[in-house]
Structure formats: C-alpha cells, structure tokens
C-alpha cells in the first residue's frame, strides 16, 4: 500500500475509510467499555492498598489509570449512546424520509419555528455523525492531558525533591538551579494552561508568541504533546471541534465536582473518623477488613471481641517509620537510600555481607521497640515487635501481648511512641483501639 499522503488513490482510501469508520468505532467502543469496566475494580483496590501502604509511586500509577479508565468509560458510553441513536435515526429515515412540515398540519407559527429550529432530518443525522465522531477521536485524547498534568506534577515533585531538597548538592546549586527551576515550570505550566483554555490565544500576537515559544517548546515534551499535536490542531481548525471542546471542559469539572459530593448521616459522626475511646473502624480488625482490599488504618488487632488470653498487634510500616528510626539510630541510615522504584537488573558485582545485613535488620527491630511501645488501659505492656507480612503482603510490625490478667468488659489499646523535640522526649499516642475481652 502506497502511505504517501499526496497521492490521490491515498486520499480515495483515506475517504472510504472515514465513511465506513463507524463500524471499527463501535466494535472499539464495545470491548473497550467491557475491558474497562472490568479492570475499574482491581485499578480502585491497587490505588486504596497503595494510599494505606504510602506507596507514592504505585499510588500515582493507580490513580493516573482509574482517572483515565473513568473518563474512558463515560466517554465511549456517551458515544455508543449517540451512535446507536444515529443508527436508529439512519433507519427511521429509510422508512419514512425526511420531516414533512406540511404533514404535520401544526399552525403557521409552530411550522416556522420547527423548520428553523430542527430543519432537516439530514442535517439532525449529520450533526449526530459528527458528534460520534468527534467524541471518539477526543476520548483517547483526553487520557494524553491527564499525562500530561501528571507528568507536569512529577516534574515539580521531582525538581523539589531531588535539587532543592538535595543535601548532597552545594547550596548555589539546590537553591540557585533549583528555585528557578521550579518557578519557571509552575508560572509555564500556568501560562501552558492558559493557552490551551483559549484555544491558542498566546500563539496569535507576534511580539507574545516570540516570548510564549521557549516555554510551549518545552512543555511539548514535558506533556508528550509532540505525539497528539496533530489531532489538537485538527480540533481548533474546526468550529465544531472548537464548541464541542469548550463544551466537555466544564462538563468533566461539574462531573468531578457531582462525585466528591456525600451524604452526612450526622453533624458530629462521618465516615474518616478514627478509632477512640467512644468510635471503632473496621479496618482496626483483622477480622473485619475487607478480603479484597487490606485497608489497615495504621494499626490492627485480630478482632473487636477478643477470648484468646493475648491481643495480636500488628503496626503498618511506612516511609516515616524508617525515617524515624533513622533518626534516633543514625548509624543505620544508608549511604544510598534504595527506597522508592528499583530495578531489579544489576550492572557488575554487588556483594552482600548477609552477617553484617544480619546485625543491621536486628538493630532495626531493636530501635522500633525502643521507640514505640503498647499501652492498655493506661498500663504500659512489655512487647517485642518482629518484622512480618500479613497475607496480602502488607510489610509492618507484629507482637503479641498477654491479657489473661485483665477483667472482663471493654478495653483500649493504644499504640505509642517517644518523640523528641528540642532535647524534651515526650510520649505521642499513635491509634487507640476499643476491645472487649471476653474469657472462654
């Protein structure tokens, strides 16, 4: 096949192929809706685990393709509502042709103002064509400018973190190279939006648009719109593009804001409250957290009512754990911290001292106990957390506490940690936990 696109038997191919499009667009449509739908669920449960787990990266990856699985979605619903509509209208006019005003026999008035407001039947199937077709094509686009938002976020992210917050980097460097840096990606990303929203409005003033160049050329690669360029511009050179566009912006913000939307069953009580001496959550129960999703809220014990004569503790590891046995055992702080996304490809020889890795892992455990400790009903409980994994593979720290002394009825546990601040040591509570103990 010829793929030149000034040969004219291209352009007869490319003719035909628009005209009989519809068909692949609805055989897309159709197993991309089931697709889509079917991996909504597993997307929304990556995205809660990562959230309870810290995990920002996977966090990220998550929401990026659920916001984009969303918009997918509800776009290619909408498409083969208004295909399959265009189809039956396509029908309809087979059996009965075009609107007869005359037909219908309505006064003067009433047939002026219909012929002028609804007109022909051909144009009401064209309208409809064009819409199928546009909201198809901007459907896969729209997924591009959720990218390229969030790669504009990573950049900041990523300049904030890895310059500014650099303390390996001189000063000059981190706040000289990096504070410019960071501005001139915030106040682009503004002017960039800015742009868009006007449908190109900096790139139309010769003196402006020699200013606007250097920031547009370089968010074409920070957003990856040198790939989808082509189609933007197709959009904006049609006025039917054009008000379809202005229309789906405002559409998605009323959408976003129709979601967030709940419905408060109290003035005092909703649902992100934490567990007290007078709430529970179920996700501080073993027992009750859901199969599919292991939501632990920081803390958990095996079950709100307990008749085994000890209470199984189970403390959720995060970034900031480790950051703060960092802190009060500098000694264990690695040259290179390998927190975060590694590949597990490695370049030449890396040999591991498994004894002196041994020592490091115990002296950490070791420094979690000193710093965090379990408390019932104000008494102070010896424990001796070890590192585990729970089924799901959620990483944090288990011991387990004898309770055969305490009184039947309702407890608190509370799980507690020594801070340090300005050489004063106080004592922070990090959950509490209602039980009842119950004997057998």
Request: proline share 2%.
């Amino acid at each position: 096949m010829n793929n030149d696109y000034n040969n004219p038997a291209f352009k007869k191919l490319l003719q035909k192929l628009q005209e009989e499009s519809w068909q692949l667009e609805l055989l897309i449509s159709g197993f991309a809706i089931f697709g889509l739908f079917t991996a909504y669920e597993p997307l929304s449960v990556s995205a809660q685990e990562a959230k309870n787990a810290e995990q920002i990266y996977k966090f990220i990856i998550s929401i990026v393709a659920l916001i984009s699985c969303a918009i997918l979605i509800f776009n290619l619903l909408l498409h083969v509502l208004l295909r399959g509509l265009w189809i039956g209208a396509l029908g309809l006019r087979y059996v009965s042709g075009d609107i007869d005003y005359e037909e219908l026999n309505y006064s003067q008035k009433f047939t002026k103002y219909l012929k002028k407001k609804v007109g022909s039947f051909d144009k009401y199937i064209a309208t409809l064509e064009n819409y199928c077709s546009i909201i198809f094509a901007i459907s896969f686009l729209l997924i591009f400018y959720v990218l390229a938002l969030t790669f504009t976020i990573i950049t900041i992210a990523s300049i904030a973190n890895y310059i500014i917050s650099n303390d390996d980097l001189p000063s000059w460097v981190s706040n000289g190279i990096g504070i410019p840096l960071v501005l001139f990606v915030v106040f682009g990303a503004i002017i960039t939006f800015f742009d868009f929203m006007t449908q190109g409005l900096l790139k139309k003033k010769n003196w402006i648009s020699k200013i606007y160049f250097p920031v547009y050329w370089v968010f074409s690669f920070i957003t990856l719109s040198f790939l989808y360029r082509p189609i933007i511009y197709n959009f904006l050179d049609n006025k039917f593009g054009k008000r379809l566009s202005f229309l789906l912006t405002p559409l998605f913000i009323l959408l976003f804001i129709a979601t967030s939307f709940r419905y408060n069953k109290s003035n005092y009580f909703s649902d992100n409250l934490y567990s007290s001496s007078y709430l529970l959550k179920n996700n501080n129960y073993e027992d009750l957290i859901d199969s599919k999703i292991e939501d632990i809220d920081k803390v958990m014990i095996q079950s709100k009512v307990i008749k085994d004569p000890f209470v199984k503790v189970f403390v959720t590891h995060n970034d900031n754990i480790e950051d703060r046995i960092f802190y009060y055992n500098p000694g264990l702080k690695p040259k290179e911290d390998i927190r975060g996304v590694t590949s597990e490809i490695k370049f030449g020889k890396n040999w591991i001292n498994t004894l002196n890795l041994d020592s490091l892992r115990q002296e950490y455990v070791k420094t979690f106990n000193d710093i965090y400790f379990v408390v019932i009903d104000s008494l102070k409980y010896d424990t001796d957390f070890i590192v585990a994994k729970t089924k799901k593979g959620t990483l944090g720290f288990e011991t387990y506490v004898g309770i055969s002394s305490l009184n039947e009825g309702k407890h608190l546990l509370d799980l507690r940690r020594y801070r340090v601040e300005k050489k004063d040591t106080t004592i922070l509570r990090i959950a509490r936990i209602p039980f009842w103990y119950y004997k057998n």
